[in-house]
Protein backbone atom coordinates (compact mmCIF):
# COMPACT_ATOMS: atom_id res chain seq x y z
CA UNK A 1 0.00 0.00 0.00
CA UNK A 2 2.85 2.48 0.90
CA UNK A 3 4.45 1.85 -2.49
CA UNK A 4 1.36 2.67 -4.24
CA UNK A 5 1.02 5.86 -2.30
CA UNK A 6 4.20 6.69 -2.42
CA UNK A 7 3.52 6.88 -6.29
CA UNK A 8 0.59 8.53 -6.38
CA UNK A 9 0.09 10.91 -2.91
CA UNK A 10 -2.82 12.49 -3.83
CA UNK A 11 -5.09 9.50 -3.57
CA UNK A 12 -7.08 8.98 -0.17
CA UNK A 13 -6.35 5.59 1.70
CA UNK A 14 -10.11 4.93 0.54
CA UNK A 15 -8.95 5.23 -3.32
CA UNK A 16 -6.08 3.17 -3.09
CA UNK A 17 -7.88 0.51 -0.93
CA UNK A 18 -10.86 0.70 -3.85
CA UNK A 19 -8.18 0.43 -7.00
CA UNK A 20 -6.65 -2.29 -5.27
CA UNK A 21 -9.46 -4.92 -4.50
CA UNK A 22 -10.88 -4.36 -7.92
CA UNK A 23 -7.76 -5.09 -9.06
CA UNK A 24 -7.35 -8.02 -6.54
CA UNK A 25 -10.94 -9.40 -8.57
CA UNK A 26 -9.27 -8.42 -11.88
CA UNK A 27 -5.88 -10.73 -10.90
CA UNK A 28 -8.99 -13.41 -9.64
CA UNK A 29 -10.19 -13.60 -13.13
CA UNK A 30 -6.84 -14.42 -14.09
CA UNK A 31 -5.79 -17.46 -11.70
CA UNK A 32 -8.79 -18.72 -12.82
CA UNK A 33 -8.00 -18.80 -16.76
CA UNK A 34 -4.50 -19.66 -16.21
CA UNK A 35 -5.80 -22.69 -14.25
CA UNK A 36 -7.69 -24.01 -16.86
CA UNK A 37 -4.45 -23.23 -19.49
CA UNK A 38 -1.97 -25.41 -17.01
CA UNK A 39 -4.18 -28.19 -16.68
CA UNK A 40 -4.13 -28.41 -20.77
CA UNK A 41 -1.45 -31.78 -20.47
CA UNK A 42 -3.50 -33.45 -17.74
CA UNK A 43 -6.21 -32.92 -19.62
CA UNK A 44 -5.43 -34.27 -23.31
CA UNK A 45 -3.78 -37.42 -21.35
CA UNK A 46 -7.22 -38.14 -19.92
CA UNK A 47 -9.83 -37.18 -22.33
CA UNK A 48 -6.87 -38.79 -25.36
CA UNK A 49 -6.88 -35.31 -27.22
CA UNK A 50 -3.83 -34.72 -29.81
CA UNK A 51 -2.50 -31.37 -30.57
CA UNK A 52 -5.36 -30.40 -33.18
CA UNK A 53 -7.91 -31.29 -30.48
CA UNK A 54 -6.15 -28.87 -28.35
CA UNK A 55 -5.92 -26.07 -30.75
CA UNK A 56 -10.11 -26.22 -31.36
CA UNK A 57 -9.87 -26.28 -27.35
CA UNK A 58 -8.12 -22.93 -27.85
CA UNK A 59 -10.57 -21.64 -30.89
CA UNK A 60 -13.99 -22.36 -29.16
CA UNK A 61 -12.74 -20.81 -25.90
CA UNK A 62 -11.86 -17.71 -27.51
CA UNK A 63 -14.60 -17.61 -29.49
CA UNK A 64 -16.49 -18.18 -26.78
CA UNK A 65 -15.09 -14.41 -25.56
CA UNK A 66 -15.75 -12.63 -28.26
CA UNK A 67 -19.20 -13.87 -28.64
CA UNK A 68 -19.80 -12.90 -24.97
CA UNK A 69 -17.65 -9.50 -25.33
CA UNK A 70 -20.39 -8.19 -28.20
CA UNK A 71 -22.93 -8.61 -26.10
CA UNK A 72 -21.55 -7.73 -22.56
CA UNK A 73 -20.39 -4.29 -23.18
CA UNK A 74 -22.99 -2.75 -24.70
CA UNK A 75 -25.47 -4.05 -21.31
CA UNK A 76 -22.40 -2.52 -18.82
CA UNK A 77 -22.59 1.19 -20.94
CA UNK A 78 -26.79 0.64 -21.47
CA UNK A 79 -27.51 -0.12 -17.79
CA UNK A 80 -24.54 1.76 -15.53
CA UNK A 81 -24.52 -1.29 -13.37
CA UNK A 82 -20.57 -1.95 -13.55
CA UNK A 83 -20.23 -2.93 -9.90
CA UNK A 84 -23.16 -5.48 -10.29
CA UNK A 85 -21.28 -6.65 -13.31
CA UNK A 86 -17.89 -7.29 -11.74
CA UNK A 87 -20.20 -9.42 -9.34
CA UNK A 88 -21.69 -11.45 -11.75
CA UNK A 89 -18.09 -12.11 -13.58
CA UNK A 90 -17.09 -13.86 -10.59
CA UNK A 91 -20.09 -15.85 -10.02
CA UNK A 92 -20.04 -17.15 -13.41
CA UNK A 93 -16.35 -18.23 -13.44
CA UNK A 94 -16.92 -19.76 -9.72
CA UNK A 95 -20.05 -21.75 -11.12
CA UNK A 96 -17.92 -22.91 -14.09
CA UNK A 97 -14.68 -24.11 -12.01
CA UNK A 98 -16.91 -26.23 -9.44
CA UNK A 99 -18.30 -27.98 -12.50
CA UNK A 100 -15.73 -28.81 -14.14
CA UNK A 101 -13.81 -30.20 -10.41
CA UNK A 102 -16.83 -32.92 -10.91
CA UNK A 103 -17.31 -33.53 -14.43
CA UNK A 104 -16.00 -36.81 -16.46
CA UNK A 105 -17.22 -35.34 -19.78
CA UNK A 106 -15.16 -33.39 -22.17
CA UNK A 107 -18.06 -31.46 -23.56
CA UNK A 108 -19.08 -30.10 -20.01
CA UNK A 109 -15.10 -29.14 -19.23
CA UNK A 110 -15.05 -27.23 -22.62
CA UNK A 111 -18.57 -25.86 -22.28
CA UNK A 112 -17.37 -24.68 -18.58
CA UNK A 113 -13.94 -23.44 -19.84
CA UNK A 114 -16.41 -20.79 -22.15
CA UNK A 115 -18.40 -19.79 -19.59
CA UNK A 116 -14.95 -18.92 -17.75
CA UNK A 117 -14.01 -17.26 -20.93
CA UNK A 118 -17.69 -15.45 -20.64
CA UNK A 119 -17.23 -14.61 -17.15
CA UNK A 120 -13.54 -13.24 -17.64
CA UNK A 121 -14.89 -11.12 -20.51
CA UNK A 122 -17.84 -9.66 -18.20
CA UNK A 123 -14.61 -8.04 -16.06
CA UNK A 124 -13.13 -5.59 -18.59
CA UNK A 125 -15.62 -3.65 -19.46
CA UNK A 126 -17.51 -3.38 -16.23
CA UNK A 127 -14.00 -2.58 -14.45
CA UNK A 128 -12.11 -0.80 -16.63
CA UNK A 129 -14.55 2.12 -16.93
CA UNK A 130 -14.94 2.01 -13.60
CA UNK A 131 -11.57 2.47 -12.53
CA UNK A 132 -10.99 4.99 -15.47
CA UNK A 133 -14.29 7.37 -15.08
CA UNK A 134 -13.32 7.61 -11.06
CA UNK A 135 -9.52 8.27 -11.68
CA UNK A 136 -9.12 9.88 -15.30
CA UNK A 137 -5.97 12.13 -14.38
CA UNK A 138 -4.52 9.25 -13.07
CA UNK A 139 -5.96 6.94 -15.50
CA UNK A 140 -2.69 4.97 -16.67
CA UNK A 141 -1.69 4.83 -13.33
CA UNK A 142 -4.42 3.37 -12.16
CA UNK A 143 -5.25 0.43 -14.94
CA UNK A 144 -2.08 -0.43 -14.67
CA UNK A 145 -2.58 -1.47 -10.84
CA UNK A 146 -5.90 -3.26 -12.61
CA UNK A 147 -3.02 -5.10 -14.84
CA UNK A 148 -0.76 -5.76 -12.00
CA UNK A 149 -2.67 -7.32 -10.23
CA UNK A 150 -4.08 -9.29 -13.50
CA UNK A 151 -0.44 -10.30 -14.49
CA UNK A 152 0.44 -11.93 -10.64
CA UNK A 153 -2.85 -14.09 -11.20
CA UNK A 154 -1.22 -15.38 -14.63
CA UNK A 155 2.23 -15.47 -13.06
CA UNK A 156 1.21 -17.30 -9.64
CA UNK A 157 -2.03 -19.67 -10.75
CA UNK A 158 0.03 -22.08 -13.25
CA UNK A 159 2.48 -22.47 -10.35
CA UNK A 160 0.62 -23.45 -7.83
CA UNK A 161 -1.81 -25.38 -9.95
CA UNK A 162 1.19 -27.50 -11.63
CA UNK A 163 2.67 -27.74 -8.39
CA UNK A 164 -0.18 -29.31 -6.86
CA UNK A 165 -0.76 -31.96 -9.76
CA UNK A 166 3.00 -32.61 -9.42
CA UNK A 167 2.75 -33.77 -5.48
CA UNK A 168 5.50 -30.79 -4.88
CA UNK A 169 2.85 -29.87 -1.66
CA UNK A 170 3.44 -33.23 -0.10
CA UNK A 171 0.14 -34.65 -1.29
CA UNK A 172 -0.42 -34.94 -4.68
CA UNK A 173 -4.00 -33.78 -6.36
CA UNK A 174 -5.97 -34.96 -9.30
CA UNK A 175 -6.31 -32.35 -11.80
CA UNK A 176 -10.31 -31.87 -10.76
CA UNK A 177 -9.17 -31.51 -7.06
CA UNK A 178 -6.78 -28.88 -7.92
CA UNK A 179 -9.51 -26.95 -10.07
CA UNK A 180 -11.99 -27.12 -6.95
CA UNK A 181 -9.29 -25.97 -4.09
CA UNK A 182 -8.79 -23.30 -6.44
CA UNK A 183 -12.18 -21.65 -6.57
CA UNK A 184 -11.15 -20.80 -3.04
CA UNK A 185 -9.36 -17.43 -3.46
CA UNK A 186 -12.25 -16.49 -5.97
CA UNK A 187 -14.97 -17.20 -3.07
CA UNK A 188 -13.03 -15.20 -0.45
CA UNK A 189 -12.99 -12.32 -2.64
CA UNK A 190 -16.38 -12.11 -3.91
CA UNK A 191 -18.41 -11.56 -0.75
CA UNK A 192 -15.64 -8.54 0.13
CA UNK A 193 -16.68 -6.66 -3.85
CA UNK A 194 -19.98 -7.44 -2.79
CA UNK A 195 -19.36 -5.48 0.35
CA UNK A 196 -17.10 -2.54 -0.76
CA UNK A 197 -18.27 -2.11 -4.20
CA UNK A 198 -21.28 -3.18 -5.24
CA UNK A 199 -23.20 -2.03 -1.49
CA UNK A 200 -21.39 0.83 -1.59
CA UNK A 201 -23.22 4.47 -2.48
CA UNK A 202 -22.12 5.99 -6.10
CA UNK A 203 -21.32 9.20 -6.56
CA UNK A 204 -23.76 10.95 -9.63
CA UNK A 205 -21.28 12.91 -11.46
CA UNK A 206 -21.16 14.67 -14.99
CA UNK A 207 -18.55 12.29 -16.10
CA UNK A 208 -19.15 9.36 -14.43
CA UNK A 209 -22.82 8.54 -16.60
CA UNK A 210 -24.69 5.80 -14.94
CA UNK A 211 -26.42 4.45 -18.32
CA UNK A 212 -27.22 5.91 -21.58
CA UNK A 213 -30.65 5.67 -24.22
CA UNK A 214 -29.95 3.12 -27.16
CA UNK A 215 -29.95 5.68 -29.76
CA UNK A 216 -27.60 7.93 -28.56
CA UNK A 217 -24.93 4.93 -27.67
CA UNK A 218 -25.81 3.10 -30.93
CA UNK A 219 -24.67 7.04 -32.87
CA UNK A 220 -21.46 7.41 -30.31
CA UNK A 221 -20.64 3.69 -31.15
CA UNK A 222 -20.73 4.02 -34.90
CA UNK A 223 -18.61 7.12 -34.88
CA UNK A 224 -15.72 5.64 -32.51
CA UNK A 225 -15.98 2.50 -35.06
CA UNK A 226 -15.15 4.78 -38.00
CA UNK A 227 -11.86 6.20 -36.09
CA UNK A 228 -8.80 4.93 -37.94
CA UNK A 229 -6.77 5.45 -34.31
CA UNK A 230 -9.09 2.86 -32.87
CA UNK A 231 -9.39 0.38 -35.35
CA UNK A 232 -5.50 0.89 -35.93
CA UNK A 233 -5.04 0.03 -32.09
CA UNK A 234 -7.37 -2.63 -31.48
CA UNK A 235 -5.49 -4.86 -34.61
CA UNK A 236 -2.28 -4.13 -32.45
CA UNK A 237 -4.26 -5.43 -29.65
CA UNK A 238 -5.35 -8.15 -31.85
CA UNK A 239 -2.21 -9.40 -33.21
CA UNK A 240 -0.16 -9.21 -29.79
CA UNK A 241 -3.03 -10.83 -27.73
CA UNK A 242 -3.01 -13.58 -30.91
CA UNK A 243 0.94 -13.96 -30.16
CA UNK A 244 0.25 -14.27 -26.28
CA UNK A 245 -2.46 -16.48 -26.25
CA UNK A 246 -0.76 -18.78 -28.44
CA UNK A 247 2.37 -19.18 -25.95
CA UNK A 248 0.43 -20.07 -23.21
CA UNK A 249 -2.13 -22.43 -24.80
CA UNK A 250 1.14 -24.41 -26.10
CA UNK A 251 4.00 -23.74 -24.02
CA UNK A 252 3.06 -26.17 -21.37
CA UNK A 253 2.11 -28.81 -23.62
CA UNK A 254 5.67 -28.12 -25.71
CA UNK A 255 7.13 -28.38 -22.35
CA UNK A 256 5.49 -31.76 -20.89
CA UNK A 257 5.70 -33.21 -24.50
CA UNK A 258 8.88 -32.57 -26.05
CA UNK A 259 10.76 -31.40 -22.59
CA UNK A 260 9.51 -34.42 -20.74
CA UNK A 261 9.54 -32.43 -17.61
CA UNK A 262 6.24 -32.56 -15.06
CA UNK A 263 3.46 -30.65 -15.08
CA UNK A 264 4.72 -28.27 -12.31
CA UNK A 265 7.75 -27.06 -14.56
CA UNK A 266 5.23 -26.04 -17.28
CA UNK A 267 3.36 -23.92 -14.79
CA UNK A 268 6.62 -22.05 -14.00
CA UNK A 269 7.02 -21.59 -17.45
CA UNK A 270 3.91 -19.87 -17.92
CA UNK A 271 4.75 -18.16 -14.88
CA UNK A 272 7.97 -16.95 -16.18
CA UNK A 273 5.78 -15.89 -19.51
CA UNK A 274 3.66 -13.75 -17.32
CA UNK A 275 5.91 -12.46 -14.23
CA UNK A 276 7.38 -9.52 -16.65
CA UNK A 277 3.93 -8.00 -16.35
CA UNK A 278 4.29 -7.45 -12.91
CA UNK A 279 7.56 -5.90 -12.99
CA UNK A 280 6.74 -3.82 -16.06
CA UNK A 281 3.00 -2.79 -15.85
CA UNK A 282 2.82 -0.12 -13.13
CA UNK A 283 5.97 1.62 -14.72
CA UNK A 284 4.38 1.66 -18.03
CA UNK A 285 1.22 2.63 -17.02
CA UNK A 286 2.96 6.04 -15.20
CA UNK A 287 5.12 6.74 -17.99
CA UNK A 288 2.19 6.79 -20.17
CA UNK A 289 0.70 9.23 -18.22
CA UNK A 290 4.14 11.36 -17.73
CA UNK A 291 5.37 10.97 -21.45
CA UNK A 292 1.85 10.16 -23.17
CA UNK A 293 0.90 6.65 -24.96
CA UNK A 294 2.44 6.90 -28.13
CA UNK A 295 5.88 6.69 -26.61
CA UNK A 296 5.77 4.15 -24.48
CA UNK A 297 3.65 1.70 -26.77
CA UNK A 298 6.65 2.57 -29.26
CA UNK A 299 9.73 1.67 -26.61
CA UNK A 300 7.70 -1.85 -25.77
CA UNK A 301 7.04 -2.16 -28.90
CA UNK A 302 10.63 -1.56 -30.21
CA UNK A 303 12.13 -3.80 -27.29
CA UNK A 304 10.19 -6.89 -28.74
CA UNK A 305 11.23 -6.02 -32.38
CA UNK A 306 14.83 -6.65 -30.96
CA UNK A 307 13.98 -9.58 -28.83
CA UNK A 308 12.15 -11.33 -32.11
CA UNK A 309 15.33 -10.84 -34.16
CA UNK A 310 17.46 -12.67 -31.79
CA UNK A 311 14.64 -15.32 -31.45
CA UNK A 312 15.30 -16.13 -35.41
CA UNK A 313 19.05 -16.72 -34.16
CA UNK A 314 18.05 -19.23 -31.76
CA UNK A 315 18.77 -23.00 -32.22
CA UNK A 316 18.40 -24.74 -29.39
CA UNK A 317 14.81 -25.69 -28.27
CA UNK A 318 14.78 -24.88 -24.96
CA UNK A 319 16.71 -21.81 -25.46
CA UNK A 320 13.82 -20.78 -28.09
CA UNK A 321 11.63 -21.31 -25.44
CA UNK A 322 13.06 -18.69 -23.24
CA UNK A 323 13.53 -16.87 -25.90
CA UNK A 324 9.64 -16.10 -26.59
CA UNK A 325 9.21 -16.12 -22.63
CA UNK A 326 11.59 -12.95 -23.23
CA UNK A 327 9.04 -11.57 -25.85
CA UNK A 328 6.05 -12.41 -23.70
CA UNK A 329 8.12 -9.87 -20.86
CA UNK A 330 7.90 -7.37 -22.97
CA UNK A 331 4.74 -7.14 -24.77
CA UNK A 332 2.93 -7.36 -21.36
CA UNK A 333 4.08 -4.31 -20.18
CA UNK A 334 1.53 -2.72 -23.62
CA UNK A 335 -1.62 -4.31 -21.76
CA UNK A 336 -2.58 -1.28 -20.03
CA UNK A 337 -1.24 1.50 -21.74
CA UNK A 338 -3.11 0.33 -24.86
CA UNK A 339 -6.60 -0.08 -22.57
CA UNK A 340 -5.76 3.75 -21.24
CA UNK A 341 -5.05 4.81 -24.80
CA UNK A 342 -8.35 4.09 -25.78
CA UNK A 343 -10.35 4.75 -23.07
CA UNK A 344 -8.78 8.38 -23.54
CA UNK A 345 -9.96 8.27 -27.29
CA UNK A 346 -13.24 6.96 -26.61
CA UNK A 347 -16.34 8.96 -24.28
CA UNK A 348 -16.64 7.55 -20.34
CA UNK A 349 -20.40 6.99 -21.22
CA UNK A 350 -18.90 4.29 -24.28
CA UNK A 351 -16.17 2.48 -22.04
CA UNK A 352 -17.42 -0.26 -21.83
CA UNK A 353 -18.26 -0.96 -25.18
CA UNK A 354 -14.49 0.77 -25.98
CA UNK A 355 -13.18 -2.02 -23.92
CA UNK A 356 -15.20 -4.71 -25.09
CA UNK A 357 -14.24 -3.48 -28.40
CA UNK A 358 -10.64 -4.35 -27.84
CA UNK A 359 -10.97 -7.62 -26.17
CA UNK A 360 -13.26 -8.72 -28.92
CA UNK A 361 -10.99 -8.17 -31.73
CA UNK A 362 -8.54 -9.60 -29.34
CA UNK A 363 -10.78 -12.45 -28.64
CA UNK A 364 -11.55 -13.11 -32.81
CA UNK A 365 -7.40 -13.26 -33.38
CA UNK A 366 -6.81 -15.42 -30.53
CA UNK A 367 -9.79 -18.08 -31.68
CA UNK A 368 -8.08 -18.28 -35.25
CA UNK A 369 -4.78 -18.55 -34.14
CA UNK A 370 -4.58 -21.79 -32.16
CA UNK A 371 -6.48 -24.15 -34.82
CA UNK A 372 -4.05 -22.46 -37.27
CA UNK A 373 -1.21 -23.15 -34.41
CA UNK A 374 -2.61 -26.76 -33.76
CA UNK A 375 -2.72 -28.02 -37.42
CA UNK A 376 0.75 -27.01 -38.20
CA UNK A 377 2.18 -28.23 -34.76
CA UNK A 378 0.14 -31.84 -35.71
CA UNK A 379 1.88 -31.21 -39.33
CA UNK A 380 5.57 -29.51 -38.67
CA UNK A 381 6.01 -30.10 -34.99
CA UNK A 382 5.37 -27.93 -31.58
CA UNK A 383 9.07 -26.08 -32.83
CA UNK A 384 7.36 -24.17 -35.72
CA UNK A 385 4.22 -22.94 -34.04
CA UNK A 386 6.77 -20.19 -32.03
CA UNK A 387 7.78 -18.84 -35.36
CA UNK A 388 4.18 -18.17 -35.57
CA UNK A 389 3.60 -16.08 -32.60
CA UNK A 390 6.83 -14.35 -33.35
CA UNK A 391 5.77 -13.25 -36.68
CA UNK A 392 2.53 -12.11 -35.10
CA UNK A 393 4.26 -10.15 -32.75
CA UNK A 394 6.23 -8.63 -35.51
CA UNK A 395 2.80 -7.51 -37.71
CA UNK A 396 2.06 -5.71 -34.50
CA UNK A 397 4.95 -3.55 -34.91
CA UNK A 398 4.08 -2.92 -38.24
CA UNK A 399 0.50 -1.96 -37.72
CA UNK A 400 1.61 0.20 -34.64
CA UNK A 401 3.87 2.03 -36.23
CA UNK A 402 1.77 2.93 -38.86
CA UNK A 403 -1.07 4.47 -36.29
CA UNK A 404 -2.26 7.73 -36.96
CA UNK A 405 -0.49 10.78 -35.49
CA UNK A 406 -3.29 12.51 -33.09
CA UNK A 407 -3.82 13.20 -30.11
CA UNK A 408 -3.79 10.42 -28.15
CA UNK A 409 -1.38 10.71 -25.20
Known sequence: MTVFQATAPDFSRQDQARVILVSVGHGMTHWVKSVIFVLLPAVREDFSLDYTDIGLFGTIYYMGGALSNVSFGPMVDLTGRRELFQVLSLLLMIIAMAVIGVTDSYTVFLAMAVLIAAGSSLWHPAAIPYLSSRYSSKRGYVLSIHSFFASIGDSAAPAVVGAMISGWFIITFSWREAVLWNVVPVLLILPVIIIFVLLEPQPEKKDDPRGMALMPYLIGLWAQLKSPMVIGLTVVAGFRSAAQGGLRLFLPVYMVDVGGLPLAYAGLALMALSIGGSVTAIPAGIASDKYGRRPVVMVALGISTILIAGFTLIENEFAM?????????????????????????????????????????????????????????????????????????????????????????
Open 321 to 409: VGGVCLIGFSIYALRPVMVSWIMDIIPDELGGSATNLMSTVQSLFNSLMPFIAGIIATKYGLVSVFYLFAALLMAANVVAYFLPKGDGK
